[in-house]
Each structure stands twice: as C-alpha cells, then as structure tokens.
C-alpha cells in the first residue's frame, strides 16, 4: 500500500499570500495518477488537478500542482477568501487502494 | 448536469447491516468505474472501494478495514451504485460518498454524502 504523506498539518497564511503543500509517497507514483482536492466544511471533495498538474474543468490558473516519483506540490499562487479550505492527494493508479494523504488545512492568519 | 445521490444512511447498532444506495444521472453510468469514500467526524478521506464498469470487468476492490464485511455491487438497468456493509464497528461511523473518481478527461462527480452512525 502506498501511503501519502502530506505536510504542514497547518498553513496559517493571509488573502494574497502563497500557499505551498506537499505530499510524498512511501514509493513512487505515476504521475498520472496523483491529485489534489479542495473540501470544504459540510461540503463533498472538489477535483482541482489530476495526473499531478493539470487542473480540472473551472479550477482557477492560481492553483497549480507539479512532482513526480515520491514528492508532490500543489501550490496556490495568491490565496483568494474562497480557497481557504483543507486539501487533500490522492494516488489513484490501477493497482488499490487508492489512498488519501492526511490532509492540509488552510486558515486564514 | 451529472448528479450523484446517496441514501440509506442512518442508525445501525455495532453488529448490523445497513445497504447504502448511490442514484446516478447526467453520465453513461455503465461504463463508470464508481468507487465509495468515506470521512469519520473531523477525519480525512478513506478510500472504500470501487467496481469496474462490466465491460472492465466488472469486478471490486476493498480496503483492508472492510474486506469481507463490505460488498459493492452495480445494477446498470437503474443507474445505482450499493454499498452492502455488514458485521458494522464503531469504527465505521462516517460520511459515505460515491464517486466516479477521476475519468481520463480530468472529470470527477461525488455525491453529498450520507451519514452512517453505528452506536450502541
């Protein structure tokens, strides 16, 4: 089983600023097959990029993600009041399961 | 516009049963792979499991933590995604979530959500 590692456990930033989180793999994953998701509270996961960097359908260009092998990076450019939210990758290659890192929560400073 | 739409959440006793139900429309649902997620009170995701489309297969993986208690099954004739889950924990108390998961143009439905809570 692949387990994802993702760090901070907390980003305590303001609007405007970049946000960067990691994820690392215990082995590697194919690049085409890592993403990130958004949730909010009360809400479903959101997709914001799959196959490690390509963002999904209306997911804003200030959300972008890059890595491969075992070390990931979504990266925010200039958080937006909307975007602060926890984040999520998953690997989800054709061999299960298909994990989920712990987790990034993003709040507001 | 794709719409997923849990039920069958509620109260179970640790021990029992309970089916969840998964209505899909908006998408040829027969040929989705679906998978089922769950999230535990202030938790992260946990992957379920998923079921190929029939013409993948047809066949399911498990999660280690619910292997041999959880069965996914499809029924394409109505669109609807099961989640049979038996021999319940308190463990399992969570959020259940369909999904599509991720097609490979990017695409990734889920559902709301339903909760199921096993408590004595």
């Known amino acids: 089983e692949i387990v994802l590692t993702q760090s901070p456990g907390t980003l305590s930033l303001s609007p405007g600023e970049r946000a960067t989180l990691s994820c690392r793999a215990s082995?590697?994953?194919?690049?085409?097959?890592l993403a990130w998701y958004q949730q909010k509270p009360g809400q479903a996961p959101r997709l914001l990029i799959y196959s490690a960097s390509s963002r999904a359908t209306g997911i804003p260009d200030r959300f972008s993600g890059s890595g491969s092998g075992t070390d990931f990076t979504l990266t925010i450019s200039r958080l937006e009041p909307e975007d602060f939210a926890v984040y999520y990758c998953?690997?989800?290659?054709?061999?299960?399961?298909?994990?989920f890192g712990g987790g990034t929560k993003v709040e507001i400073k | 516009e794709v719409q997923l739409v849990e039920s069958g959440g509620g109260l179970v006793k640790p021990g029992g049963s309970l089916r969840l139900s998964c209505a899909v429309s908006?998408?040829?649902?027969?040929?989705?792979?679906m998978s089922w997620v769950r999230q535990a009170p202030g938790k992260g995701l946990e992957w379920v499991g998923r079921i190929r489309s029939k013409t993948g297969g047809g066949t399911t993986d498990s999660a280690a933590p619910v292997k041999g208690r959880f069965t996914i099954s499809r029924d394409d004739s109505k669109n609807t995604l099961y989640l049979q889950m038996n021999s319940l924990k308190t463990e399992d108390t969570a959020v259940y979530y369909c999904?599509?998961?991720?097609?490979?143009?990017?695409?990734?439905?889920w559902g709301q959500g339903t909760l199921v809570t096993v408590s004595a």
């Open positions: 998953q690997q989800y290659g054709s061999s299960p399961p298909l994990t």
């Open positions: 908006g998408l040829t649902f027969s040929n989705a792979w």
């Open positions: 082995q590697s994953v194919s690049s085409s097959s």
């Open positions: 999904t599509t998961g991720i097609a490979a143009d990017g695409t990734s439905y």
